[in-house]
């Protein structure tokens, strides 16, 4: 089967790419900050698991909002880096690719921690599977990490640590700004995982 996985260079997606090894690596430039970034390190990660590695470039700036673009969120905002309906955005566009492709499985790699967003949930995943299983093509949409954490998706992939610290997590530049809820996540993670005191 013919597998993609949307890659955004987080250590989410990394571990993701590693444990399932998907022929396809998909990195969406949406007009997010650290889009350069993002799009360098999955392909340092595609290169090194020796995944095809296709860009899409589609500046959706004017319809985001929050730490993404340096601005204000939204008043029902669940958080700081919110982007109104992201994760859909995301994946439609790399269902547009990926029929092109022939691809009959896009991966995403929502984790547990992400269910406070609606579009990181199990019940979002399985309408947009049914969704995208509906129209032509029948490509299926799986987020095989969505019940691990962040900590027990690293652990369980076995990723090694020179992948993993490629990483960049963070929603306010191309350089890790070090305060944001990325760059907190993946401190908080490393610490878990006991990589520093």
């Known amino acids: 089967m013919n597998k993609a996985i949307l890659l955004s260079g987080g250590m989410d997606s990394i571990s993701l790419a590693y444990w399932k090894r ?72 790399a269902l547009m690719k990926g029929i092109k492709l022939g691809v009959e499985e896009i991966m995403v790699a929502s984790v547990k921690s992400d269910g406070f967003h609606k579009d990181g949930t199990s019940q979002f995943y399985e309408l947009i599977n049914n969704l995208s299983a509906y129209q032509e093509g029948h490509i299926s949409i799986t987020a095989p990490c969505i019940d691990l954490t962040t900590a027990e998706l690293i652990s369980r992939s076995g990723v090694p640590e020179d992948l993993l610290f490629w990483a960049h997590s963070c929603h306010k530049s191309n350089i890790a700004c070090g305060d944001c809820r990325g760059c907190n996540k993946y401190a908080q993670v490393i610490k878990e995982l006991s990589y520093v005191e």
């Open 22 to 93: 998907p022929s396809i690596a998909i990195t969406v430039d949406y007009g997010q900050l650290p889009a350069q970034t993002e799009i360098r390190i999955s392909k340092i990660i595609a290169d090194a698991l020796n995944m095809e590695h296709q860009v899409i470039k589609i500046d959706c700036s004017n319809l985001g909002s929050g730490d993404l673009l340096n601005q204000q969120s939204l008043d029902i905002s669940p958080s700081p880096e919110w982007w109104p309906y992201r994760n859909q955005l995301l994946i439609t566009f």
